[in-house]
C-alpha cells in the first residue's frame, strides 16, 4: 500500500487495523510519513503507543523491526554482532586443512556470512515491501550514551560497522520512538522527530477503542467498564490503567459471562486493570461500590 495522501487516509487506514485515534495523532502520523521525520510518542505505558507502530505496519504491509530499550543497551546490541562460534569453528577448520591464507581468512571471518543483524542494521537494509517501520520502544529506559548514538543513526540513516564500512539506508525507514516518561529524554533527540503525547483517550473514544479491539462484548458492559476505568483514572493510584487494562479486564469479564458489573465482580477481576497490590487493596471494601455508582452516575443511556 501506498502512503496515506491525507490526515483522513491515515484515520481510515489504522481504523481498519483496530486502531482508533484522534484527529491530532493522526495529523502527526501524516507529517511524519510524508516529511520523512522520525515519530517520537510519549505518554502514560498502556495508552497505545507501542500499537500505532503495529497498525501502521500492517496498514502499509511493511515489516515491522521493534528495538525493545533496556538499561545498558549498546550500540553494538543494537546494531549488529559477529557470530563468534561460527568464526571459531571456521578457524579450527582453516587450521586442520593447514596452509590457511591469514589474510584471507580474516576478509572471510569479517563477512556478512557471520554477520547477526540487529534491529538498526536490519532496518536500514533493502526491503521489496518498501521501507520497513522501526519502532524503537520505551527509550527513557536506556541512557544518554546511547540517545547519542541515535542521533547519528537517525539524522543519516547509517550504521558504521569497524570491519565493513558504513551502511546508508537507500529508503530511510519509517522510525516511530516511544517513552513512558521515567526519563527526560534529551532534546537533541526530541529536535530530530515530531513529537505528540498520547493521553488517556475521553469515554466516547475509549467506548470506540474497545468496540474495535473486543467487540464481542456488550454495548452496556463496554459503557460500564470505561466508565469505571475512567472512574479509576481520577484516584490517587500508584498504576493508574491504560486503555490496554481496558481491554484485558473486559475481555476477562466476557470470559466469565459477565453482564453488567457488581462490587462482587470488580472485587474477583481487579487483578486485570490493576497491577499494583497497594491498588488493589484501596478498592476493597466499600470503595468498589463508591466508584461503581459513581461511575453509572456518569453514563446516559447509549
Known sequence: MQRPDSIDAVQSALTAQGYVCGRALATVVFLALKLGRPLFLEGEAGVGKTEIAKALSAALGRRLIRLQCYEGLDASSAVYEWNFPAQMIAI??????????????????????????????????????????????????????????????????????????????????????????????????????????????????????LHARAPEVAEALSREVVAFVQQLRTEDLFKKPGVAETIDWAKCLLALDVIDLSPEVIADTLGAVLKYQDDIQRLEGSEAKRLLDQAKATLEPA
Not at 128 to 145: F, K, M, Q, S, Y
Open 92 to 209: 579450527r577448520t582453516a587450521e586442520a586443512a593447514g596452509g590457511a591464507d591469514r589474510s584471507a581468512l580474516q576478509s572471510e571471518l569479517f563477512s556478512d556470512d557471520y554477520l547477526i543483524e540487529r534491529p538498526l542494521l536490519q532496518a536500514m537494509r533493502p526491503d521489496e515491501n518498501g521501507a520497513p517501520v522501526l519502532l524503537i520502544d520505551e527509550l527513557d529506559r536506556t541512557d544518554e550514551p546511547f540517545e547519542a548514538f541515535l542521533l547519528e543513526a537517525l539524522s543519516d540513516f547509517q550504521v558504521t560497522i569497524p570491519e565493513l564500512g558504513t551502511i546508508k539506508a537507500a529508503e530511510p525507514p519509517i522510525v516511530i520512538l516511544t517513552s513512558n516518561r521515567t526519563r527526560e529524554v534529551h532534546d537533541a533527540l526530541k529536535r530530530r522527530c515530531l513529537y505528540h503525547w498520547v493521553d488517556y483517550p475521553d469515554f466516547t473514544r475509549e467506548v470506540e477503542i
